[in-house]
Nanobody, 128 residues
Framework: QLQVAESGGGLVQPGGSLKLSCAAS????????ITWFRQAPGKEREGVSC???????NYADSVKGRFSISKDNAKNTVYLQMNNLTTEDTAVYYC??????????????????????WGQGTQVTVSS
């Protein structure tokens, strides 16, 4: 069974930074991509960054230039470095393997077969 566990969230001031981690189990990042999603209060969950099994990266316009996704295959973990945070980045952040890296961002991401349950997510709050 494909499972993930997110960590690293917290409270940060505008302009600050955080680094999130997504630990995968039941599957290997050598063969699976990962998308970082976020869900703000009252809004739909949306994919904001993804990394392919080969290491290619993609970003939503809202985070491009501020967020950086990376992975450590040996640790089977994906990271999301978030810099220059704004109040608009406040959300619960989740990770999940997408069905395809061609559609790995936005609100219509289809998830990989066998991934049935979202992780608990990690809360990111940007506030002064």
């Amino acid at each position: 069974q494909l499972q993930v566990a997110e960590s690293g969230g917290g409270l940060v001031q505008p302009g600050g930074s955080l680094k999130l981690s997504c630990a995968a189990s039941g599957f290997t990042l050598d063969y699976y991509a990962i998308t970082w999603f976020r869900q703000a209060p009252g809004k739909e969950r949306e994919g904001v960054s993804c990394i392919s099994s080969g290491g290619s990266t993609n970003y939503a316009d809202s985070v491009k230039g501020r967020f950086s996704i990376s992975k450590d295959n040996a640790k089977n973990t994906v990271y999301l470095q978030m810099n220059n945070l704004t109040t608009e980045d406040t959300a619960v952040y989740y990770c999940a393997p997408p069905w395809s890296t061609e559609v790995c961002l936005g609100r219509s991401v289809r998830l990989a077969p066998g991934f049935r349950f979202w992780g608990q997510g990690t809360q990111v709050t940007v506030s002064s």
